[in-house]
């Protein structure tokens, strides 16, 4: 069992930065593959970036590639999302997820309750 609590929301103009963090409780987070998926008003919830349980492997969608960074801290039990360069349409909820396996699809077993970012333009 693993539990998930993101932070590091809230509200910042375009072109700002903020670094979410996702701390989880349990044994299994440093086996544990981790994302992020984000959620707009009215749209679905999509990937964002995942990292796999050492690191090595690391993938981002298209449009954050270069302005986002994904990295963990297996000491802390936490993962975090670097974003810079933010636009008004990365404005969403943000979720971070833990599962055994790495993958860019929502097949992970455990999720956050989110954390909300806004980015005005």
């Known amino acids: 069992q693993v539990q998930l609590v993101e932070s590091g929301g809230g509200l910042v103009q375009a072109g700002g930065s903020l670094r979410l963090s996702c701390a989880a409780s349990?044994?299994?987070?440093?086996?544990?593959?981790m994302g992020w998926f984000r959620q707009a008003p009215g749209k679905e919830r999509e990937f964002v970036a995942a990292?796999?349980?050492?690191?090595?492997?690391?993938a981002y969608r298209d449009s954050v590639k270069g302005r986002f960074t994904i990295s963990r801290d297996n000491a802390k039990n936490t993962v975090y999302l670097q974003m810079n360069s933010l636009k008004p349409e990365d404005t969403a909820v943000y979720y971070c997820?833990?599962?055994?396996?790495?993958?860019?699809?929502?097949?992970?077993?455990?999720w956050g309750q989110g954390t909300q970012v806004t980015v005005s333009s």
């Open positions: 997820a833990a599962g055994n396996v790495f993958a860019t699809t929502q097949s992970y077993d455990y």
């Open positions: 349990g044994r299994t987070f440093s086996r544990s593959a």
């Open positions: 990292i796999s349980w050492s690191g090595g492997r690391i």
